[in-house]
């Protein structure tokens, strides 16, 4: 175990970053369930990022 210690060391570095992603830039949220809504715009500039991005 002490010869692999980078997975320890960078385990705490986020690999998601939400300031991009399309509930960042929420259109409305609904009342009851409390979940963001994004604009149409921001729902085609994801799906073009991940079209663009796949493997």
């Known amino acids: ?6 997975k320890e060391k960078h385990m705490a ?3 998601e970053n939400f300031a991009t992603a399309p509930l960042a830039n929420r259109e ?3 009342p009851r369930t409390r ?3 994004p604009s149409n715009n921001e729902i085609r ?3 073009d990022w991940v ?5």
Do not use: F, G, S
């Open 45 to 47: 500039n994801a799906k």
């Open 1 to 6: 175990m002490a010869e692999n210690r980078y």
């Open 35 to 37: 979940v963001n809504i």
């Open 28 to 30: 409305h949220l609904q």
């Open 13 to 15: 570095m986020p690999i």
């Open 51 to 55: 079209d663009a991005n796949q493997k």
